[in-house]
């Protein structure tokens, strides 16, 4: 069973840089898209932006000039980076696979499994 | 368009039948996915594609589409369903991922 572990800096200053990794154990990273999600205190759900298999990415319209995200085949894993950080990119942040398709005019596109969240903090 | 609209609060009777709903344009031709969400815990996928369950969510949980609207139904809500759930799609473009707003469950 794929399983997604993280680790990254859990408290930054404002304008510091978010950086968060994602290792896959289980499982290789080849045919899914591996995605970054984060969630505010007491808010829903926010898509950062995902990199699938070939290294394409793509990214939430309102965090892409600040977003990057890479991936190490040979570790097995992906990472975040998020530039010039405030106080409302303090969010859980969580890891997930991905895999859309379509067949038959339908498509579908799922998150599973979810890494653990982090709890990245903004504070001077 | 890239927007999921989802109710902010449903409640049910214990044991009996609710259905959370959440609509977009984007559901015209993606299905849905569904996430439950515990207060202090990652999400967890309950539906996705045309009506499937992940091994270990009970039959209680299943989904549907109709045109631009999916709709997670429990049916015999349980206690330890009280959470908020969360649908997912992609845009019509298939390149951005949107969430619903989220809906909160509570078990009376």
């Known amino acids: 069973q794929v399983q997604l572990q993280r680790w990254g800096a859990g408290l930054l200053k404002p304008s510091e840089t978010l950086s968060l990794t994602c290792a896959v154990y289980?499982?290789?990273?080849?045919?899914?898209?591996w995605n970054w999600i984060r969630q505010s205190p007491g808010k829903g759900l926010e898509w950062i932006g995902e990199i699938n298999h070939s290294g394409r990415t793509n990214y939430n319209p309102s965090l892409k000039s600040r977003v990057t995200i890479s991936m190490d085949t040979s570790k097995n894993q992906f990472s975040l980076k998020l530039t010039s950080v405030t106080a409302a990119d303090t969010a859980q942040y969580y890891c997930a696979r991905d895999r859309p398709n379509c067949t038959g005019g339908w498509c579908c596109s799922w998150f599973d499994p979810w890494g653990l969240g982090t709890l990245v903090t903004v504070s001077s | 368009s890239s927007e999921l609209t989802q109710d902010p609060a449903v409640s049910v009777a214990l044991g009996q039948t609710v259905r959370i709903t959440c609509q977009g344009d984007?559901?015209?031709?993606?299905?849905a996915s569904w996430y439950q969400q515990k207060p202090g815990q990652a999400p967890v996928l309950v539906i996705y594609g045309k009506n499937n369950r992940p091994s270990g969510i009970p039959d209680r949980f299943s989904g549907s589409n109709s045109r631009n609207t999916a709709s997670l139904t429990i049916a015999g809500a349980q206690a330890e369903d009280e959470a908020d759930y969360y649908c997912n799609s992609r845009d019509t473009s298939g390149d951005l991922v949107v969430f619903g707003g989220g809906t909160k469950l509570t078990v009376l």
């Open positions: 984007s559901l015209r031709s993606y299905y």
């Open positions: 289980g499982g290789s990273l080849s045919g899914f898209y």
